[in-house]
């Protein structure tokens, strides 16, 4: 079961740090820090977008439309944090721990 544990917790950081990057690297495309027109800084943001898009469009579906704001990677990255912390606080679970 701790490898189970240890697994889950790898899944959950990986997305994580993704999501991270995904955030950060809109905000310099935004800015003009980063220009999509450069070949790596395209597929970098492109394979993001492919990644987390599906994960982002089912939340759209229950989010209210706010006009040029995107709230799915907010309330995407509030569910990971909730899903990690409920990971941690069941870790005993997966260890073997009976409270």
């Given at each position: 079961m701790?490898?189970l544990?240890q697994?889950?917790?790898?899944?959950?950081n990986v997305i994580w740090?993704?999501?991270?990057a995904?955030?950060?690297?809109?905000?310099?495309?935004?800015?003009?820090?980063?220009n999509?027109?450069?070949p790596l800084?395209?597929?970098?943001?492109?394979?993001l977008?492919?990644?987390?898009?599906?994960?982002?469009?089912?939340i759209?579906q229950?989010?209210p439309?706010?006009?040029?704001?995107?709230?799915a990677?907010l309330?995407?990255?509030i569910v990971?944090i909730i899903?990690?912390?409920?990971?941690?606080n069941n870790?005993?679970?997966?260890?073997g721990?009976?409270?």
């Amino acid at each position: 079961m701790v490898t189970l544990f240890q697994a889950l917790v790898l899944i959950l950081n990986v997305i994580w740090y993704i999501m991270i990057a995904h955030i950060i690297m809109s905000w310099l495309i935004n800015f003009q820090v980063l220009n999509l027109r450069q070949p790596l800084v395209a597929q970098i943001w492109y394979g993001l977008t492919n990644l987390l898009e599906p994960i982002y469009s089912r939340i759209r579906q229950f989010l209210p439309s706010t006009g040029g704001l995107d709230l799915a990677p907010l309330v995407a990255f509030i569910v990971l944090i909730i899903l990690r912390q409920a990971l941690f606080n069941n870790a005993g679970f997966f260890y073997g721990n009976a409270y």
